[in-house]
């Protein structure tokens, strides 16, 4: 969320201006900026962020979007380190979201990716100490993704509590237009 990102005017000196790709600012400078130093966090809220259905990637079920999102994110690492003399690289096919987003939109539910992408996310959680809460998530998502492809755009959509909520209720899911 942009909205809740500062940062020092010497960094920004070191990225502006910002490309015509990716499509978000935020995605550029999330992707960017840490290569230039330490990043850190105020975990007391400092504000409230309202998630509504025209947020782009707050509960987006748009498949090609996701996808294209993090290989634009990929592209901005990539460039940032060939640009800093960096030799090691992002590499999509160690990213467990886009491996399961390419599960989905083959739309053939793949049980050995599965595995693969559930233990990318748990080494991934224990690298950067995920709550298990935020671990079980990722689980979820990225198991609907791989297993459940047809059942996956409406989870990625509603999120679980209200996924658990809508399937409870036996409603009928109408996409967004």
Known sequence: MTSGLAYKRWVLEKV????????????YLTATVP?????GCIC????????????MNAGSNN?????????????CINKTAEKLCLTETYNLKKDA??????????????????????WMTWLESRAIGHSFKDTMER?????????????APIYLRLRL?????????????????
Not at 109 to 117: D, G, L, T
């Open 35 to 39: 290569f230039y130093g330490n990043i």
């Open 139 to 151: 689980f979820v998502r990225r198991g609907m993704c791989t297993l459940f492809p047809k059942e």
């Open 63 to 75: 498949i090609h979007y996701l996808i294209e999102q993090r290989e634009q994110t990929a592209i």
């Open 44 to 55: 007391e809220p400092l504000m409230f962020y309202r998630h509504h259905g025209n947020n």
């Open 97 to 118: 979201d886009y491996r399961s987003l390419k599960v989905l939109e083959a739309g053939v539910s793949s049980p050995k990716e599965a595995i693969k992408i559930f």
């Open 16 to 27: 502006l201006p910002i490309p015509k790709l990716p499509h978000g600012a935020d995605t």
């Open 161 to 177: 509590r209200r996924y658990l909520r809508f399937k409870l209720s036996r409603r009928q899911f109408k996409p967004l237009t």
